[in-house]
Nanobody, 116 residues
Framework: VQLVESGGGFVQPGGSLRLSCVASRSITSEFSPYTMAWYRQVSGKQRELVATITSRSISNYEDSVKDRFIISRDNNRKRVYLQMNSLKPEDTAVYYC????????WGQGTQVTVSS
């Protein structure tokens, strides 16, 4: 399975981005039953969990992104999304997706830069 993240970019504070992640070459049984997650990592720091979504689309968020980010998934397309609104400079990081358990090899991630 190859994880491919996309949708990052440069945005001013208060802006929005929508990240997408596809678990290419996975089969439905490898994706649908699992809780998926978005993580982010700032250079020199540990990767941190941002949001999760269960197989039944129950979502959970790290406190700093609550009410600003929305995680969703499309099991048929083996994709997970992260809608990021009201972005702040502290959201700047490389964003990754993966399964919460039995994680796959990490993808390249997608860079999000929030700056004026």
């Amino acid at each position: 399975v190859q994880l491919v993240e996309s949708g990052g970019g440069f945005v001013q504070p208060g802006g929005s981005l929508r990240l997408s992640c596809v678990a290419s070459r996975s089969i439905t049984s490898e994706f649908s039953p699992y809780t998926m997650a978005w993580y982010r990592q700032v250079s020199g720091k540990q990767r941190e969990l941002v949001a999760t979504i269960t197989s039944r689309s129950i979502s959970n968020y790290e406190d700093s992104v609550k009410d600003r980010f929305i995680i969703s998934r499309d099991n048929n397309r083996k994709r997970v999304y992260l809608q990021m609104n009201s972005l702040k400079p502290e959201d700047t990081a490389v964003y990754y997706c993966n399964r919460m358990e039995n994680s796959w090899s990490w993808g390249q991630g997608t860079q999000v830069t929030v700056s004026s």
